[in-house]
């Protein structure tokens, strides 16, 4: 079921894909599998394969049942272009999302090339904003300029977690960018100076920066809860969206 969400750039979360599995280094301590195997133990109903993938049909109208414009995150506990989500499966979702026009839904993948080829030859509907994890420069950079190959209203990244120094980062055709240390007793540290160079380069293209967390290590390279570390960077909260949300326009 579609759920109130606490992460801090969205509103809704839906899942009609549960499960997933891993496939670079930024999903060594992933969150989801965490949840889903707590929620397992809870009995909750979709989770009964932990974090097996699970295709939720049943959750398919959920969007169309509200009618107040919310934005979504599509599957937070899992990812959409999983190569055990058949297309025609997808295909059902963005026909929701194209039918539920007064919503915004939010699509995150590390499956790159698999968005690619599902939306070629597509109309993408302009409520549907696409994005991918970046999270290194020798898995998560090479994505950029495969969803820049994209017909996309809003294409946009997610850095988080940020493992390293980025580098040069070509954002052209990019219109958002969060970025996010990790969290969790098992977290590994972001530097100031990584994100600082994620902020130069969004500043210098235009693109709209959105800083989430400092996550469990806190800029001082102490390690603290995430709330107390907070989501300042060089003293202001950096939360800017894409100029326009589709279901605004």
């Known amino acids: 079921m579609s759920t109130q ?15 997933c599995t891993k496939v670079s280094p930024g999903c060594k301590h992933c969150y989801a599998e ?24 049943e959750r398919l109208a959920e969007p169309l049942e509200r009618r107040k414009p ?3 995150f599509v599957n937070s ?3 959409l272009f999983h190569e055990k989500v058949p297309f025609d499966y997808i295909r059902r979702i963005f026909d929701v999302m194209a039918h539920a026009q007064q919503h915004t839904f939010q699509i995150l ?21 696409l994005g991918v994890s970046v999270e290194n420069r020798k898995h998560g950079v090479p994505r950029i300029d495969v969803l ?13 977690p940020l493992l390293e120094d980025l580098g040069a980062i070509d ?4 219109h958002w960018v969060i970025v996010g240390g990790e969290s969790g007793p098992k977290a590994r540290p972001m530097r100031k100076e990584w994100v600082g160079g994620v902020k130069r380069q969004c500043d210098q293209a235009e693109v709209a920066f959105f800083f989430k967390q400092w996550g469990t290590w806190s800029v001082d390279g102490q390690k603290r809860s995430k709330k107390a570390n907070g989501r ?10 894409p100029t326009t949300l589709p279901c605004e326009a």
């Open 70 to 72: 919310t934005v979504y």
């Open 232 to 241: 300042q960077y060089s003293g202001k909260v950096w939360d800017a969206m």
């Open 5 to 19: 969400s606490r992460i801090e750039w969205t509103e809704q979360t839906w899942n009609p894909t549960v499960g």
């Open 77 to 79: 506990m899992s990812d």
């Open 171 to 174: 954002l052209a055709g990019i």
């Open 34 to 57: 965490t949840m889903a195997w707590r929620l397992q133990a809870m009995g909750v109903q979709g989770y009964e394969n932990g974090f097996g993938l699970t295709l939720m049909p």
């Open 109 to 129: 993948t590390k499956r790159a090339e698999r968005m690619a080829k599902f939306c070629c030859g597509i109309d993408v509907p302009a409520n549907a904003w």
């Open 148 to 160: 820049r190959t994209i017909d996309a209203k809003v294409r946009f990244l997610s850095v988080e």
